[in-house]
């Protein structure tokens, strides 16, 4: 308490003139095709992207991707999706999903500036479930689109504790030399689906 | 050491020098192409910038308000005047949780307050997990840059460093396959930590949230696998509203590396069931810098590191040349704030080109203060010797037109007849690597006041 009230104190010493808190209104780019955009932004930022208007064409998109034909361990998230075999709710530690090779889960909403898929822990036991699999599928409700950053925040509230994080693409780094490489700690793929 | 010995020291590899001005200019050039993309970018700077000056204002409200939602969230704050506090805090909640092990994402702040060795002279396994920090914490050197920490350094160089720490095969050096060996290495101390702990990159007053960007996701493993999350803030951190993230966001990635966004931006708000979430907040010299009108602009900065890739002198000296712990030129302006005697000689490791200004994305009138560092260290007469001297002559050249008049004459005519190892004695810094120009027979003065007297 007193180490708070030294550092407020000295910087209440420090009157700084009064400047307004600029007004956000109008900023953000809209897209033509926003779908389209986004489908870019992902392959810019190297995810992988498709469209499909139902589950049953989601299974059999599903069937088709070498990441899921090779998995071993799944979670699925999504009742009716793929065909996992680890129930997550059954998952005591956190550190038990350490040889998982796919997740699949629900984003919340997705932006067409960056290619970013909003994703909360609200129904996940474990949060690392978006971190600690292989690869990574998001099925995400092609209706729940936004256009930009601003928009995305325009939907978002945090009274509750929680997390959320926005995913754009699988996780990389380009610390060597700066060559870019696809798969630093996080999945090595990153997989978002729109359903629709 | 000052920074000219130092850079010396850099570009006597004149090779490795000359890929690491490229290496660095080809960040710069990708940050050009998506700010370009963006019609609106010039008003977002401008808006981070005013939000960033209005919430310094407030600034003890909001963290008030900051601190209030985020206990309320169920976080635990902790307040740090300065860095041995920073580090007694932390250590103290390790200790109460008998961590040994550790697992840390990218904090500057944590650089800056020296935490590894407090925490390793105690016993504790400190591991950075970003893939460039690791690589100098392996080799034992500090980042060279904050961004990029490892840009100074070659594949070749980090095939050496991984083949005798983690048992790569001796010579490998493609990245691909080092990202591995690193990924493989880390993943063992991901899943054997007692604590993650992670810098932050925004505070939001209104909600008591927090948010780190990472691509690599090293952030969230480590604070998703270990029920103790520890995160440091210095408070310029602070933010007034979530959707101030929208602007920040936008600038931030395309700024730093040229990405829209980097690939993970997590919010945390509170704890995660079960576990425990400690935010420390700490001055460390930041309100000082904040009451002097002249430098206050430099707390906007979002450590984004693009003042560095387009500084001509960072990319050619290179980041440890600047032995504080945030180089390039927002490091030549926070640095002396800290301690003028030390770092004197870091805002003249610019050439003033305005470069920085003009990417800085909250704006902030680099160039400006270096100058106005110039003339404090000036003022504090911690100038060496032979800089003091030349300024005090030049000074009193361009005052008097007699003076600047007649020492040119006297130049024009001496110069031409003195003998190089003379002129270019070692008194002659500036001629170490340049040659004097060929000097003219007459002023330009003189040369003017003949054309017009003779069309007269």
């Given at each position: 308490m007193n180490r708070k009230q030294a550092i407020l104190n000295v910087l209440k010493k420090s009157s700084l003139p009064d400047t307004p808190l600029p007004d956000l209104q109008g900023l953000g780019v809209c897209y033509e095709d926003p779908e389209r955009q986004f489908a870019e932004a992902l392959k810019g930022v190297g995810g992988h992207f498709f469209r499909v208007r139902d589950l049953n064409a989601l299974n059999r998109e599903l069937k088709g991707l070498k990441v899921y034909q090779n998995a071993q361990k799944i979670v699925s998230l999504i009742p009716g999706v793929g065909e996992p075999n680890v129930n997550l709710d059954l998952v005591e530690d956190p550190h038990d999903l350490k040889d998982l090779d796919v997740a699949i889960l629900k984003g919340e909403f997705a932006v067409a500036e960056n290619g970013a898929v909003w994703v909360t822990d609200r129904q996940l036991r474990h949060r690392v479930i978006c971190f600690i699999p292989q690869h990574l599928i998001l099925v995400v409700d092609a209706h729940q689109l936004v256009h930009n950053m601003h928009q995305a925040y325009e939907r978002l509230t945090f009274t509750e504790p929680g997390y959320g994080v926005f995913i754009s693409g699988p996780s990389k780094t380009a610390d060597i030399e700066q060559a870019l490489v696809i798969g630093a700690h996080g999945p090595r793929s990153s997989t978002v689906c729109f359903i629709g | 050491m000052s920074h000219p010995d130092k850079a010396a020291q850099f570009i006597r590899d004149e090779a490795k020098a000359h890929w690491h001005d490229r290496a660095l200019w080809y960040v710069r050039a990708k940050r050009d192409r998506v700010a370009q993309g963006v019609p609106e970018w010039e008003t977002l700077r401008e808006i981070a910038a005013q939000i960033k000056a209005h919430t310094l204002s407030k600034l003890p409200d909001y963290l008030e308000m900051f601190e209030g939602n985020a206990k309320r969230l169920g976080a635990q704050v902790h307040w740090a005047s300065n860095a041995a506090e920073h580090n007694e805090i932390v250590y103290g909640i390790l200790k109460s949780h008998g961590v040994r092990r550790l697992v840390k994402s990218k904090s500057m702040l944590t650089e800056e307050c020296h935490l590894n060795p407090f925490l390793e002279a105690r016993g504790l396994e400190v591991v950075d997990t970003d893939l460039g920090e690791r690589i100098v914490q392996l080799a034992k050197e500090p980042p060279s840059h904050i961004v990029l920490p490892a840009i100074h350094k070659r594949k070749e160089e980090i095939g050496e460093l991984f083949h005798r720490h983690?048992?790569?095969?001796?010579?490998a050096s493609d990245p691909a396959y080092l990202t591995e060996a690193a990924r493989g290495h880390l993943r063992g101390k991901f899943l054997k930590a007692d604590a993650g702990l992670t810098g932050v990159n925004f505070a939001i007053a209104e909600t008591g949230g927090l948010v780190v960007c990472t691509n690599e996701g090293n952030a969230d493993m480590g604070t998703s696998l270990p029920p103790l999350h520890i995160a440091c803030m210095g408070f310029e951190k602070l933010i007034p509203r979530a959707q101030d993230l929208g602007v920040f966001l936008r600038l931030l990635a395309r700024s730093a590396t040229g990405q829209p966004i980097t690939t993970y931006t997590s919010h945390f708000h509170g704890p995660r069931a079960g576990g425990e979430l400690h935010i420390v907040i700490v001055d460390n010299g930041r309100s000082q810098i904040l009451q002097r009108e002249e430098f206050r602009r430099a707390l906007f900065c979002i450590r984004c590191g693009a003042c560095m890739n387009t500084c001509p002198v960072f990319r050619r000296s290179g980041g440890h040349s600047y032995e504080s712990t945030v180089p390039g030129p927002i490091g030549s302006i926070l640095s002396p704030a800290r301690d003028p005697r030390k770092y004197w000689s870091l805002p003249h490791a610019s050439s003033l080109c305005g470069s920085c200004t003009d990417v800085c994305p909250v704006k902030i009138d680099l160039h400006h203060q270096l100058l106005a560092w110039r003339k404090e260290l000036a003022r504090l007469r911690l100038l060496p010797l032979s800089k003091r001297m030349a300024m005090n002559i030049g000074g009193w050249v361009l005052r008097y037109t007699w003076a600047y008049e007649w020492s040119g004459r006297l130049a024009r005519w001496a110069i031409p007849k003195l003998p190089r190892v003379i002129l270019y004695g070692r008194w002659n810094v500036w001629g170490r690597q340049r040659e004097l120009p060929p000097f003219p027979k007459e002023s330009f003065r003189e040369m003017y006041k003949q054309k017009v007297g003779s069309r007269r």
């Open positions: - | 983690l048992h790569t095969e001796q010579g």
